[in-house]
């Protein structure tokens, strides 16, 4: 069991607007920023949000990243074929005194 | 071009031992923390171990604590994992990740992975 807690599954079709939410506690999300990360099935993940809400550069702007309290949600908007991937999110946790990432959430593209 | 090559993966025996390690270039490997990521067949991503740039400060994910040590040779740009006293639960892509300058783990570049399997 995941120390952040992700939906397994969502799904949405061309040029939809989805959202994949992540929650934890006052010592990881609440206290440290979020990373999100995409990994394409038979690829090494990369890293698509850093800091919350920050895009690294080659990362188009249809993705963004939000964070409230122990909670954190990642954006995609103009859904498109390649957005098919698995997503997770990772915060440093205080009371572990290491990385933690969530059970990761299979996007489907319909 | 930033790139970090793993090696050293393969198939051990329960109990059995192996050493990773990531060879790393196009970057100042001294400068920048460095952590072991797994994934086991079919599962989700799980942080494994961290170490500083320079080697002073290390953090474990509580189940490998007192089996696997990591360790890094800035002189050869290559980070190390020894594993020891595997089990069955350790069978997984095991991928070295380069954290942002001055971060611990917005990890910003990773390797292509490495599989060890423990098995009979």
């Known amino acids: 069991q995941s120390v952040l807690t992700q939906p397994p599954s969502a799904s949405g079709t061309p040029g939809q607007r989805v959202t994949i939410s992540c929650s934890g506690s006052s010592s990881n999300i609440g206290s440290n920023t979020v990373n999100w990360y995409q990994q394409v099935p038979g690829t090494a993940p990369k890293l698509l949000i850093y800091s919350d809400n920050q895009r690294p550069s080659g990362v188009p702007d249809r993705f963004s990243g939000s964070k409230s309290g122990t909670s954190t949600s990642l954006a995609i908007s103009g859904l498109q074929s390649e957005d098919e991937a698995d997503y997770y999110c990772?915060?440093?946790?205080?009371?572990?005194?290491?990385?933690?990432f969530g059970g990761g959430t299979k996007l489907t593209v319909l | 071009e930033v790139q970090l090559l793993e090696s050293g993966g393969g198939l051990v025996q329960p109990g059995g031992s192996l050493r990773l390690s990531c060879a790393a270039s196009?970057?100042?490997?001294?400068?920048?923390?460095m952590s072991w990521v797994r994934q086991a067949p079919g599962k989700g991503l799980e942080w494994v171990i961290g170490i500083s740039g320079s080697g002073g400060a290390t953090y474990y994910a509580d189940y490998v604590k007192g089996r696997f040590t990591i360790s890094r040779d800035n002189s050869k740009n290559t980070l190390y994992l020894q594993m020891n006293s595997l089990s069955a639960e350790d069978t997984a892509i095991y991928y070295c990740?380069?954290?942002?300058?001055?971060?611990?783990?917005?990890?910003?570049?990773w390797g292509q992975g490495t599989l060890v399997t423990v098995s009979s």
């Open positions: 990740a380069k954290a942002y300058s001055g971060t611990w783990y917005r990890f910003d570049y």
């Open positions: 196009g970057f100042t490997f001294s400068s920048c923390a």
């Open positions: 990772a915060a440093w946790d205080d009371s572990l005194n290491g990385v933690v």
